[in-house]
């Protein structure tokens, strides 16, 4: 199946809810339910979805993926018309056309400004998320040599910002914004300024007084809204003297941020940002203040009942003498659970803030703490870990009756709740047991909960909400798995070479379903599946 126009793909996300029907289905659904157990809770023709009852058949989006190593990137289209045998055809690859030009100083013969064809290497950083599948992310970069001022990347379709970032390091990085959707080419075009209409803006960066840092540091000017105005530099060392080049539009704001920043990683030097005139020359130098001597800070994680967490991340943050911020390293605990830190003291006012980050399926839970660092090494009481939550539910087949033995789960944090951090990217992960019961040890937060089933039935998912709580248990409503109708199909390609087969190999299929969350648009994975050698696929949806 491929749609009429790529025009077409990029304009339907808007009418996704309220899409037609499919032929997956004979009978228009009733009225929805926006809260269900089990298929039983729907209409006849609905089924049980993580956002309550729904047409299985709408609100599809599939996501095709060739090969990303020969620069054949994501394609996704919505499905209005799901079929058994569903063949997949792609358009041609989508990319990025830029034009470069720079500006001479001169003027054209019509009395526009005077520019030349810009044919220098530069970086190219394309930074977005796929149109139609809310929440997939999209990146590309590459470096490219424009040939007289043009040059072209292939990207997934999606809605990008483009950043162009000359390799000379006195122009400023400049971006762009717009959409590319399967078999189209987004046509930006940039100006670079000439050497005449830059903004400088010079200065010195000292630790206090006239003593230098010793260290290498680097600085780059952002706008309020920390985008960059000038490429991030490198701090002369020996003097702290440095130069950026603004882009002539930065003259039009009336303050902008010098962020300074260790250059090096690992160094034990505060990050500060300072807000200044452009249109001024800066103060005869810029105090990052006095930071203090790095020291050692060493500790113990232990559970609630006093025994180690082994395998917990360790970090410190927040506020340091002089007023910068400071991140330590991040390390790990031993099997006696203690953990030693590289840090600079916190400021006198303020202690920087500990993080304990227990591994996926300890008893111990994700715990921040306050802790004060002297300007000598510091031996931190022991930091008693959070018990993690046990989070407990049932899983039953599609009969809502029989038990679903040996499905994996996989818990992953999409949003945080009043209070508390996110647990990072940690996943918790198990399986059902005989009786199709389940146990999962979880901090507070939200999670999507993903069911896999072995046998030959569609992958369910499920939002779970963990509050802060001095419950030590939270019982989830049983629900039941989805029965599931085979797709297959080929990944046909728009244009392949002569002698070639149409399908395409080892491609990556995933089928997404459009969904609201809170007010927002959300997507969840239905199925995933891989192409064989023909470019065929099979893929296992939900059906009433």
């Known amino acids: 199946m491929k749609p009429r126009s790529a025009t077409r793909v ?58 990303p190593g020969l620069g054949q990137h994501a394609q996704d289209f ?111 075009t940039w100006r670079l300024p000439a050497q005449a209409d830059l903004v400088t803006v010079s200065g010195r960066i000292v630790r206090q007084g006239t003593t230098r840092v010793d260290a290498n540091l680097s600085v780059q000017a952002l706008d ?57 020359p800066l103060p005869a130098s810029l105090e990052l203040g006095d930071f203090g001597a790095p020291v050692r800070v060493s500790g113990r994680a232990v559970d609630s009942e006093g025994n180690p967490v082994a395998g917990a991340t360790v970090s410190l943050e927040g506020r340091v003498g002089g007023g910068g911020s400071f991140r330590s390293e991040v390390v790990t605990t031993g099997v006696d659970g203690r953990f030693e830190i590289a840090s600079l003291p916190s400021a006198t006012d303020a202690p920087l803030s500990l993080v304990v980050m227990p591994p996926a399926g300890a008893a111990a839970g994700l715990t921040v703490g306050a802790a004060a660092v002297h300007v000598n090494d510091t031996t931190l009481p022991d930091v008693v870990c959070a018990t993690r939550r046990l989070v407990r539910g049932q899983l039953r087949q599609p009969d809502d009756k029989s038990p679903a033995a040996g499905v994996r789960l996989i818990a992953e944090p999409v949003a945080t709740v009043p209070g508390r951090p996110l647990p990072g990217t940690q996943l918790a992960e198990t399986l059902t047991d005989a009786n199709g019961e389940y146990v999962l040890r979880l901090d507070p937060a ?29 019982q989830v409503a049983a629900f039941a798995l989805q029965r599931g109708r085979t797709l297959r199909g080929h990944v046909l390609a728009g244009t392949r070479e002569p002698h070639m087969p149409p399908g395409l190999p080892y491609a990556s299929v995933r089928f997404y379903r459009v969904v609201n969350v809170e007010g927002r648009p959300a997507s969840v994975l239905l199925s995933e599946s891989v192409t064989d050698t023909f470019g065929r696929y099979t893929a296992r949806l939900p059906v009433r």
Not at 93 to 109: F, H, N, Q
Not at 182 to 188: E, I
Not at 462 to 474: H, K, N
Request: hydrophobic residues 40%; aromatic residues 4%; charged residues 20%.
């Open 446 to 474: 939200l999670y999507r909960v993903d069911f896999l089933p072995t046998e030959n039935l569609p992958r369910v998912s499920r939002f779970v909400t963990v509050p802060p709580s001095d419950t030590v248990e939270q």
């Open 224 to 280: 309020a809204e920390l985008r960059p105005l000038s490429q991030r530099v490198l701090v002369t060392r020996a003097t702290g003297d440095f130069s950026l080049q603004l882009a002539p539009e930065a003259a039009t704001e009336a303050t902008v941020l010098l962020r300074v920043t260790a250059a090096d990683e690992g160094t034990l030097v505060p990050q500060k940002t300072f807000t200044v005139d452009p249109h001024a």
């Open 10 to 67: 990029l304009a339907v996300v808007a009418s996704l809810v309220l899409g037609p029907g499919c032929a997956l289905l004979d009978e228009a659904p009733a009225d929805s339910q926006l809260v269900c157990r089990s298929d039983s809770d729907c209409a006849a023709s609905e089924v049980c979805f993580i956002d309550g009852c729904g047409d299985p058949g709408t609100d599809i989006v599939v996501e095709v993926t060739p090969n």
């Open 78 to 188: 919505p499905v209005d018309r799901l079929r058994a045998e569903q063949n997949l055809e792609l358009f041609g690859e989508a990319t990025v056309r830029g034009v470069t030009e720079r500006a001479t100083g001169g003027t054209a013969p019509d009395g526009s400004p005077a520019t030349r064809p810009y044919s220098e290497t530069m970086f190219v950083r394309a930074v977005g998320s796929s149109a139609l599948v809310p929440g997939v992310a999209r990146y590309h970069e590459a470096l490219v040599t424009p040939d007289n001022g043009v040059w072209r990347l292939p990207v997934a379709a999606g809605t990008y910002e483009v950043m162009l970032i000359p390799s000379d390091p006195s122009l400023p990085p400049l971006p762009r914004q717009g959409s590319v959707g399967p078999g189209q080419t987004m046509h930006l």
